[in-house]
């Protein structure tokens, strides 16, 4: 055979070891998700426990809440001598009041983030897995349709050697 027949073997082979280096650079990709989904999971542990301490938090202003009102009760003889600052106190309650209901509506928001933001990490995950299920169905594709031309060109060789073979006799 001469040279310019055996280049497109050695290419065929030549592609075919890409190939198999994609399959295992996907395969490193495929892990790589797996511990990006790790990470997920433990990033989603610490939310839980910021939640957990916001809870807390909360609690610990209900029960500053509580001894301020018992405070307030002891003091009630000297609330009604100053009406004037009870009103400004007064006055701060209301902006507290607007305060926390800001702060509340701020975490519902923020929690409808956190579970949309999981929600969308999950389908990324899984378009990710289904694009490289699909990405090594096209490779397996390219290279059977290479090794089936590298086939089909030596049955075209050993078909021409036959036809000079019986030509000559």
């Known amino acids: 055979m001469s040279e310019e027949a055996e280049f497109p073997k050695h ?12 399959q295992v650079l996907n395969a490193q990709i495929g892990r790589n998700i797996e511990t990006s ?15 957990t ?15 301020f009102l018992a ?24 902006r ?13 928001r923020l929690d409808e983030v956190e579970s949309i933001s999981h929600e969308s990490a999950d389908i990324i995950k899984e378009l ?19 090794q089936n031309k590298t086939a089909l060109e030596e049955l075209t060789e050993r078909v021409a050697e036959l036809e000079r073979r019986l030509s000559s006799l």
């Not at 997920?40 to 939640?51: A, D, G």
């Not at 301490?53 to 001894?67: D, I, N, P, Y």
């Not at 507290?96 to 519902?108: H, S």
């Open 11 to 22: 290419l065929v082979g030549y592609m075919s070891s890409i190939i198999d280096g994609m």
């Open 37 to 51: 989904a790790r990470f997920e999971t433990e990033l989603f542990k610490i939310n839980r426990q910021y939640n």
């Open 53 to 67: 301490l916001t809870e807390m938090v909360f609690g610990m202003q209900a029960e500053m809440r509580q001894g």
């Open 71 to 94: 405070i307030d009760r002891r003091f009630e003889a000297v609330d009604r001598r100053f009406d004037a600052v009870d009103q400004r106190f007064d006055h701060g309650d209301q």
């Open 96 to 108: 507290l009041g607007a305060l926390e209901n800001r702060l509340d509506a701020i975490l519902r």
């Open 128 to 146: 990710r897995i289904e694009g490289n299920r699909q990405h090594n169905e096209v490779l397996n594709a390219i290279q059977s349709s290479l």
